[in-house]
């Protein structure tokens, strides 16, 4: 573009170069464009669109990657939708991993088999058990690497709600620009998605971008995608409460009074029946059909009457379907301390659920954890109704659910730490507490993730990518920073060192040592029960700021 | 410095895409009975470890140098018997005599992945690294950008990664060598740069502008008086270096000459070794061989005093510039054009010897971001055949693109193509005396480089859906070959100018020191 906007002075300058340029003018022309053109989609001022690239190229470099159970899960979930008829997509049982996604997943998965069958028409047959070929290998990574494409336009929304007062002269040390790195770089979604293998990132990219809606005012919208996103995968139910308490406190309510408290007669039921409306049409629209397929059923029985809706029943969800890897588990204040010998040896990978009776402590019930659950949530809830400080309150609110549904929920699988990890990456570019928060929860949550990685060729991927993540976490955060307080004081930086030690002993020492065959389950004992502190610590920290922070009018009369 | 962990996360990047790039196959995976060069290097290995010194270069029966017999200087030896110990210590069925032939497993995979690495990681990494930071007048910023691009070059990481070598070795020790004789550390850099060559006698394409630059700074020190020392010291310390790591070798006179003969087989023909592996090379022979058989023309010894002249009058100019104005900048012109030369004309070569051009080039990647970037693509795409011979086409093409989009928006090439950022200046000055409308060469070569870039592209496209025809099974390959070597000898000139009208003022003369 320059060199075009050069071009008429340059010829009215120098008479000579009109001769040549008679010949080379449409060239020029044309030259200048290219490169302009070329510039542009690679210019140093779309750093966003380089970092995606980047992330994207590194996606695919991971796809010889080994890859987990998830992926046959996924195959054959392919298979299910795309050869039976709706009515049999629940009940289908030939392989051990039957759908047990909400119905949108399935039309998903309904989709994306129309785009298989030009791959590898096998991939799609349901008693191909266990199918791999290695055209299905890059369609499913595909997949998911492409489907990515809806969680960078949401890191992209996210990113214009950060406010840019604070930015630095230099571009590596605006919040916009180590808010991107730290989403797009994401070592929790990097190793779950694309070496372990699910579809995390589209559905955490619905997540971001109603949460950037909701930040940009557009309840509706918010509400929309949210509920949408509900109907894909239904671990999102866990931050519901959050959502619900804020759009009725601060968007049904459309005033408050001065000191902050609500103001009851600012009620709008328009937009209370607006969002209740959006609930419902994307209720009907994902379990409708299966609802009067189910009618239908109950007015014709069939031999083999089998409640689909088991499958799709939230609550039964919350309390049944949640896959459980035993030890892998990240329960911190009811830590499993399981006798070796009763442990089934097929547990120790299968996803499949499975239940326990802890030989140590006494078994904890679903209900238990439910109560428990709701315990925890509920503190953050009233503050977020008592004290309502705008969609940033909103967004503690929402990781105080996550974590404390993860800290004790029954059957909670370690993955579901990133439902805290990723929307705190928002919060931690804008304040040094939560930074320092985010860096304890982010560092500890994503080691607690190293044991689904167990294979020899995937270990120095996942410490590269480790430090990669963590070190850039914490240095880019210190340096915005580094006007405030340093972000951690000698017991969390004791405790973040001791990772090192902790890796160094379960990977590369443990292996060699004689306990490797009579206790072979100690390194992930030690993970957890390591992890679980600092888990603990980083929600206990939260909950504290959340709780003693004033309310939004105060701090503005300060 | 102030940004280490831009630093540090910069060579985490490059370590995982290493590290990825391994996961992949490598050369002659599966392909008994000859196998590839991974399987070279793990028979090197058995070699070195059951066998006394004496035999290592001897073909015997326990040594048939038929197969993957020993043609790298002793350091490479010296190399595979420090592997071999480690191999005997975790499994010695890899290493044991005559059975472990074309022994494959995931886990020796794993091994063998895991040795590149930590060569890569001990000699050439730190090496990026030390230079980006010595570099002078650009900003940290830069330098981290600059170190990002260099480690990300496709080129070497295929080739070592994926294909298997341990090239990173040799060009780590030439870089440690172009580190210290820009730093002034003339004995440590002519020291490193002696290893080098120890351990791969490719590096010799190198040599000859580390002698020039070294004898120049000599003679700019006045070869009386301190100069002398200096070239005395130097001398000392070659000298020394080679007797040390050839020292097993010098019990028999027949012992040395037969190392020399087996890294230098003089008898092979012209590119008679290439045909035998099958392969192209970008070179200046094997491209006019499409239209004129050089090989079955003209008896051996011609073809060798032929390459041999072309290759020196090539590379006459640069080194007597080099050597009456000896600068550290003017040294990494030469380096390229030197070794350039070498891979465009000189005998025996093979494609993978690019990767010696393509390290100098990242040295200048600061000065002229675009010539390097469109080089250094080019360079990578000469070796497609290779790579897709050892099913690299989806590493390639990511790895590519990552270094093309690392350069692009680290040193925004698309804006840096005016006369004075392609050093061009004073060339088109000179030109212009003559010549008053000599104002279009910036724009020719963004034309240029918009047609190499779309063949380029077109080609692997072709290459990798299309069948060739069944008369020319290799039409492709000499395809890839010909315009790749269009493009250096684009590159050849291109160079040379830059080298020849170097300005003389003391500017750009302590970029380095």
Known sequence: MRAAAREPSLRRLSPHAREPGCGSSWLRARGAAVMAALGFATGSGNWFSALALGVTLLKCLLIPTYHSTDFEVHRNWLAITHSLPISQWYYEATSEWTLDYPPFFAWFEYALSHVAKYFDQEMLNVHNLNYSSSRTLLFQRFSVIFTDVLFVYAVHECCKCVDGKKAGKELTEKPKFILSVLLLWNFGLLIVDHIHFQYNGFLFGLMLLSIARLFQKRHVEGALLFAVLLHFKHIYLYVAPAYGIYLLRSYCFTANKPDGSIRWNSFSFVRLTSLGLIVFLVSALSLGPFLALEIIMWCYPSPTVNPALMYVDPYKEFLNIYISKTLNNQHGLELKLLDPNKIPKASMTSGLVQQFQHTVLPSVTPLATLICTLMAILPSVFCLWFKPQGPRGFLRCLILCALSSFLFGWHVHEKAILLAVLPMSLLSVGKAGDASIFLILTTTGHYSLFPLLFTAPELPIKILLMLLFTIYSISSLKTLFRKEKPLFNWMETFYLLGLGPLEVFCEFVFPFTSWKLKYPFIPLLLTSVYCAVGITYAWFKLYVSVLTDPPVGKTKKQ | ?513
């Open chain 2, 1 to 513: 410095m102030e940004k280490w962990h831009l630093m540090a996360t910069v060579v985490l990047i490059g370590l995982t895409v290493r590290w990825t790039v391994s996961l992949n196959s490598y050369s002659g995976a599966g392909k008994p009975p000859m196998f590839g060069d991974y399987e070279a290097q793990r028979h090197w290995q058995e070699i070195t470890f059951n066998l006394p010194v004496e035999q290592w270069y001897f073909n015997s029966s326990d040594n048939n140098l038929q197969y993957w017999g020993l043609d790298y200087p002793p350091l490479t030896a010296y190399h595979s018997l420090l592997c071999a110990y480690v191999a005997k210590f975790i499994n010695p069925d890899w290493i044991a005599l005559h059975s472990s032939r074309g022994y494959e497993s995931q886990a020796h995979k794993l091994f063998m992945r895991t040795t590149v690495l930590i060569a890569d990681l001990l000699i050439y990494i730190p090496a990026v690294v030390l230079y980006c930071c010595c570099l002078k007048e650009i900003s940290t910023k830069k330098k981290i950008a600059n170190a990002l691009c260099i480690l990300l070059y496709p080129g070497l990481i295929l080739i070592d990664y994926g294909h298997f070598q341990y090239n990173s070795v040799s060009l780590g020790f030439a870089l440690w060598g172009v580190l210290g004789v820009s730093c002034d550390w003339d004995l440590l850099g002519s020291l490193a740069f002696c290893l080098a060559i120890n351990y791969k006698q490719m590096e010799l394409y190198h040599s000859l502008p580390f002698f020039c630059f070294l004898l120049g700074k000599c003679f700019k020190k006045g070869l009386k008086g301190k100069g002398f020392v200096l070239l005395i010291k130097l001398a000392c310390t070659v000298v020394a270096c080679f007797i040390l790591c050839w020292l097993p070798f010098f019990t028999e006179r027949e012992q040395l000459l037969q190392v020399l003969r087996r890294l230098f087989p003089v008898d092979r023909g012209l590119f008679e070794w290439i045909y035998r592996k099958m392969d192209k090379v970008a070179n200046i022979w094997c491209s006019f061989s499409i239209f004129l058989k050089i090989k079955d023309i003209l008896p051996r010894h011609i073809q060798i005093v032929i390459s041999f002249c072309f290759t020196f009058l090539s590379l006459l100019p640069a080194c007597i510039k080099l050597t009456l104005q000896p600068s550290p900048k003017g040294f990494r012109f030469t380096l390229v054009s030197c070794a350039l030369s070498f891979f465009l004309f000189s005998f025996q070569v093979h494609e993978k010897s690019i990767l010696l051009v393509s390290l100098p080039v990242c040295l200048v990647l600061s000065e002229i971001p675009f010539m390097s970037t469109w080089f250094l693509l080019v360079s990578t795409f000469s070796m497609l055949p290779l790579l897709l011979k050892d099913e690299l086409l989806m590493p390639s093409v990511v790895t590519t693109m990552a270094f093309f989009i690392a350069c692009a928006v680290s040193f925004s090439i698309f804006e840096k193509t005016s006369e004075e950022e392609l050093q061009l200046k004073s060339f088109s000055i000179s030109v212009r005396k003559y010549l008053p409308c000599f104002t279009f060469l910036p724009r020719i070569i963004q034309y240029l480089f918009l047609i190499s870039v779309i063949s380029m592209v077109l080609l692997t496209l072709i290459t990798v859906t299309l069948e060739p025809p069944q008369k020319l099974p290799d039409l492709f390959s000499v395809l890839v070959c010909f315009v790749s070597c269009l493009n250096f000898l684009f590159f050849l000139v291109y160079f040379n100018i830059i080298i020849m009208w170097d300005s003389k003022n003391g500017r750009n003369q302590k970029k380095i020191n």
